[in-house]
């Protein structure tokens, strides 16, 4: 797949709006997905989605290739979700209608714990829900750098590519993984 963005991102480099869309049809999930995770929303997350593949098109003649381009696509991602959060605060902030306690609640981990088929036992779910709430609270709750790695790892990203993605050495996302999955421990070893 690495050979393929990299000749796409070359391709959209060129002007070639075929290869962004290639490249937005292997990469929206998972841009849309970390958008959604950081944002709490389909809409700001559809937003930032755009803008990151309207960013990929401006800057792509500036893509040295020193990063995988999935780990390079995802960092813009990251860019644009947090310039969309901090954009949102402002706003709030701005706002005489705001109301403080208003805030709706962040996407849930649920897709990737709860058991949504039919046949599940209700009581359950409920309580693989209540865990999954639990959990999507505690990486909300996380330091900034630790949630966006986690989030990352998440969308499958390996140390070297989160490394990339982020500007950091891969001793450091070691470690800051290491102390993530500390902060999380406790919520992952509740009984379902």
């Known amino acids: 797949m690495e050979d393929r ?3 796409l991102l070359k391709a959209v480099a060129q002007g070639d709006e075929t290869a962004l869309e290639e490249l937005m049809k ?4 998972s841009v849309h997905a970390v958008a959604r995770r950081l944002l709490g929303d389909d809409a700001s997350a559809d937003d930032a989605a755009q803008e990151t593949f309207l960013a990929v098109w401006r800057c792509a003649k500036s893509f040295r290739g020193d990063a995988p381009g999935r780990a390079w696509i995802l960092r813009i991602a990251l860019n644009k979700a947090r310039s969309a959060g901090r954009w949102r605060a402002v706003r709030r ?3 005489l209608d ?3 306690s208003g805030e709706p609640d962040a996407p849930t981990l649920g897709s990737a714990v709860a058991d949504p088929s039919p046949e599940a036992d209700p009581a359950g779910t409920r309580e ?3 865990r999954a709430e639990r959990l999507r609270a505690a990486v909300a709750n996380l330091p900034p750098r630790q949630k966006e790695m986690i989030l990352l790892r998440l969308e499958g ?3 070297n590519e989160i490394a990339a993605a982020l500007g950091a050495a891969e001793g450091t996302v070691k470690a800051t ?3 993530a999955r500390a902060r999380l421990e406790p919520v992952l070893k509740e009984a379902p």
Request: overall charge negative; aromatic content about 4%; glycine content about 4%.
């Open 5 to 7: 963005d990299l000749s």
């Open 26 to 29: 292997a990469h929206m999930p």
């Open 93 to 95: 902030w701005l706002s």
């Open 98 to 100: 705001h109301v403080i």
């Open 128 to 130: 693989r829900g209540d």
């Open 157 to 159: 990203l390996e140390i």
């Open 177 to 179: 993984l290491h102390q």
